[in-house]
């Protein structure tokens, strides 16, 4: 029996331990949130759509070494965990690996933001 990785399960089995623990708990966190969110491979990174429309991915600030949640449609949602950092429409949402994660606030704003589709 043989099987395939996909690129978008290499991202999370190539993330050192803390990362990968952190990405995955969040990918679990956005997939709990409505079953019409679907994971995709999409510029390079996990992506996830709403009812076909882009909704938000996971990705990696480089100058500030953590993980984080972009929000497509960010611009709308004023909270004061999401950052525009000189982007037009996506905020993203800052995340300490080695911290506990934020759960009911990163639902709260994740609600927010499907409420915009």
């Not at 956005?30 to 390079?44: A, D, M, R, V």
């Not at 990696?60 to 993980?67: G, I, R, S, V, Y």
Request: glycine share 4%.
């Amino acid at each position: 029996m043989s099987f395939s990785v996909t690129p978008l399960d290499n991202f999370y089995i190539q993330q050192n331990e803390s990362l990968k623990s952190c990405y995955l708990a969040l990918r679990d966190i956005i997939l709990s949130q409505h079953k019409q969110i679907t994971p995709e491979w999409k510029y390079g990174c996990p992506f996830f759509y709403f009812k076909g429309k882009m909704f938000c991915y996971l990705w990696f600030h480089k100058k500030l070494k953590q993980p984080y949640i972009a929000i497509m449609k960010g611009k709308l949602i004023k909270d004061e965990l999401l950052l525009a950092e000189g982007r037009k429409n996506i905020k993203i949402m800052l995340f300490d690996p080695n911290n506990d994660l934020p759960i009911k606030k990163i639902n709260a704003i994740l609600q927010k933001a499907i409420e915009l589709y």
